[in-house]
């Protein structure tokens, strides 16, 4: 069954840097569009940053554009998420998730249990 | 502020109907897909409704959606207790080139 584990969260100093990861299994993860989403504290469900199956295609929210970088190992099965320059306001839970159908918009049917991100002094 | 808007809060008796709406405008829910998700806090959201009408494996059907121009409804019948949680809908933007969501509602069972 198609299952997403998130890893590398934690506390980090606001300026700070952290790395998350994503493992994806049991679906051919190189076909698939991988997205991450974020809900801070007392707030909704935010897209942070999407990639194509093959790396070529990425987007940011304007919230994190120039600070975060989304990256894919397409051979390991692995999504990352490089942050960077951390602020407060990016506190939040972050979750992996997974389109139904390859492409995009097809809805976010896999959701990893989400790791929690805390920028604070 | 969402691009998406939706209510903050509705609330039913047991056995209600209740619906939740979620408007948007042509360069997302006009034109793209709408998908709704249940979101139980400390929990991954879980996918509820795909393509604007369209129940996963599993969901039950007294969860329905339906889509009209640039607005997009979830309804739920025959409320049940374990239906309070938050819901969210969600598309895709052209403008902005990426998934949006809406702010979120939060479901009361009375």
């Known amino acids: 069954q198609v299952q997403l584990v998130e890893s590398g969260g934690g506390l980090v100093k606001p300026g700070g840097s952290l790395r998350l990861s994503c493992a994806g299994s049991g679906f051919n993860f190189s076909a698939y569009y991988m997205t991450w989403v974020r809900q801070a504290p007392g707030k909704g469900l935010e897209c942070v940053s999407y990639?194509?199956?093959?790396?070529?295609?990425?987007y940011y929210a304007d919230s994190v554009k120039g600070r975060f970088t989304i990256s894919r190992d397409n051979t390991q099965n692995l999504l990352y998420l490089q942050m960077t320059n951390l602020r407060a306001g990016d506190t939040a839970v972050y979750y992996c998730a997974r389109d139904r159908r390859p492409g995009k918009n097809s809805g976010f049917a896999f959701w990893g249990q989400g790791t929690l991100v805390t920028a604070s002094s | 502020q969402s691009v998406l808007t939706q209510p903050p809060s509705v609330s039913g008796a047991p056995g209600q109907r209740v619906t939740i709406s979620c408007t948007g405008s042509g360069s997302n829910i006009g034109t793209y897909d709408v998908h709704w998700y249940q979101h139980f806090p400390g929990t991954a959201p879980k996918f509820l409704i795909y393509?604007?009408?369209n129940r996963p494996s599993g969901v039950p059907d007294r969860f329905s959606g339906s889509k009209s121009g640039t607005s997009a409804s979830l309804a739920i019948t025959g409320l049940q207790a374990e239906d309070e949680a938050d819901y969210y809908c969600?598309?895709?933007?052209?403008?902005?080139?990426?998934?949006?969501f809406g702010g979120g509602t939060k479901l009361t069972v009375l």
């Open positions: 393509g604007n009408n």
């Open positions: 969600q598309t895709y933007d052209r403008g902005l080139s990426i998934s949006v």
């Open positions: 990639i194509s199956n093959s790396g070529n295609t990425i």
